[in-house]
């Protein structure tokens, strides 16, 4: 029973990690700031802008 809780529980960590939930609440520590739907925004602008910013030679 221990090694299926530790399964699900590896599980949702990383979906978290694709979904951005634990990028978001890193974000929100670095900034000192409260989950909001502006601070969601800023969050996304952030990464896109960062994501978009680089170029790709090839």
């Not at 399964?7 to 951005?20: A, Q």
């Not at 802008?49 to 030679?57: L, S």
């Amino acid at each position: 029973m221990t090694l299926i809780r530790a399964l699900v529980s590896r599980l949702l960590e990383l979906l978290r990690e694709i979904g951005d939930e634990n990028a978001y609440a890193r974000h929100l520590l670095a900034h000192k700031a409260g989950h909001s739907p502006a601070e969601w925004r800023r969050f996304c602008d952030e990464r896109f802008r960062a994501k978009y910013q680089r170029a790709k030679c090839c």
